[in-house]
C-alpha cells in the first residue's frame, strides 16, 4: 500500500507558509539538495611541498632559481615556484637581500649567484688558475656554474690547457688540474720505448735479488684487532679508595701521647 502523501500544514491564518513536513515529496528533494551541497568540493590552493614558514619558502625559492640555473624574471618566478613571493609580507625583501640570489637591475632579472660564475671557456681557464694552489677543481662544481663547461672541458684538454683526470674507465670526467708543464721538454719517443719495454719481476725474484745485494725487506705486521670491551667497570663508591693514608704526628708517640685513644683529662 503506497504511502499517503501529506500536505503541507496550513499557519495560523489558515493560509499554507510553504514550509513542508516530514515525509512529503518537497522534504525529501530538500535533503537530497542538502547533501549534494555538503559534498561539493571547492578550489583548493596548489600542493608545492613547501611548508608556510617564511624561511622555508625563502630556502625553496633559492634552490629553485638553482636547479633552474638561468636568469628569470620574478613574475615567472612565482608562476613556476608556485609560491606568492609579492604578496607574502618581507619574503620579498628577504629574497633580495640573500647571499645567494644576484638580481639584474637593467634587465630586472633573478639567477643564483654561483661560487664560480662563468660564461665561457677563458672564464674556466681562470678559475681552474685561481684554485690551482688547492689542487683540482671537482668537474661537477663547474657543471653547476655553467651548463656548458664539458664541451670546454674538452676544448682546453686538446689544446694542453688543462689536464683532467678522468675514472677507472677513462669516460668520466672527475677532476680538472691546471697543466702548468706544457712547456716542459717532450720527452722522446726512444725513451719512451724504453719505458714501456721494462717489465716488473715476479715478487719471488724480487725477493732474491735484495737478498743477493744485503737489503732488508720489509715484512708486513698484522695489527692485533682492538678486544671490545664487553663490560664497563663498575663506579666504586665514595669512601672505599684503596689509598695508603700516611700518617701523621708520629712524634707525639716519643712523648708518650697516643692519638688512636680518646683523650682523657687528668684526675679523672
Not at 632579472?109 to 643564483?112: A, E, H, P, T
Given at each position: 500500500m503506497p504511502s499517503p502523501s501529506v500536505a503541507p500544514t496550513p499557519g495560523p491564518s489558515g493560509v499554507d507558509d510553504g514550509i513542508p513536513i516530514a515525509g512529503s515529496?518537497?522534504?525529501?528533494?530538500?535533503?537530497a539538495a542538502k547533501r549534494k551541497k555538503a559534498n561539493e568540493i571547492y578550489s583548493q590552493p596548489r600542493d608545492t611541498g613547501v611548508g608556510m614558514h617564511i624561511n622555508s619558502q625563502l630556502a625553496y625559492l633559492v634552490q629553485f632559481i638553482k636547479d633552474y640555473n638561468a636568469p628569470i624574471r620574478?613574475?615567472?618566478?612565482i608562476v613556476r615556484s608556485g609560491i606568492e613571493l609579492i604578496r607574502t609580507p618581507g619574503l620579498l625583501d628577504l629574497f633580495n637581500s640573500h647571499d645567494r640570489v644576484q638580481h639584474d637591475t637593467k634587465l630586472d632579472?633573478?639567477?643564483?649567484r654561483h661560487d664560480f660564475p662563468m660564461k665561457s671557456k677563458a672564464e674556466?681557464?681562470?678559475h681552474v688558475k685561481g684554485y690551482a694552489p688547492r689542487g683540482g677543481m671537482r668537474v661537477n662544481l663547474l657543471k653547476e656554474s655553467w651548463s656548458g663547461a664539458p664541451a670546454a672541458i674538452d676544448e682546453l684538454e686538446r689544446e694542453n690547457e688543462i689536464v683532467v683526470l678522468r675514472g677507472k674507465d677513462g669516460q668520466g670526467m672527475r677532476t680538472v688540474f691546471e697543466?702548468?708543464?706544457?712547456?716542459?721538454?717532450?720527452?722522446?719517443e726512444e725513451f719512451r720505448g724504453l719505458w714501456h719495454s721494462?717489465?716488473?719481476?715476479?715478487?719471488?725474484?724480487?725477493?732474491?735479488?735484495?737478498?743477493?745485494a744485503g737489503l732488508k725487506r720489509t715484512s708486513k705486521t698484522e695489527v692485533a684487532p682492538a678486544v671490545p670491551q664487553t663490560a664497563q667497570k663498575k663506579r666504586k663508591k665514595a669512601g672505599s679508595s684503596n689509598r695508603r693514608v700516611k700518617i701523621t704526628n708520629t712524634h707525639l708517640q716519643e712523648q708518650g701521647i697516643d692519638l688512636s685513644k680518646d683523650f682523657v683529662p687528668p684526675g679523672k
Open positions: 515529496a518537497a522534504a525529501a528533494a530538500q535533503a620574478l613574475e615567472d618566478l632579472l633573478y639567477s643564483y674556466l681557464l681562470k697543466n702548468n708543464v706544457k712547456d716542459a721538454i717532450e720527452v722522446q721494462l717489465n716488473v719481476p715476479p715478487e719471488s725474484e724480487v725477493a732474491r735479488d735484495l737478498d743477493d
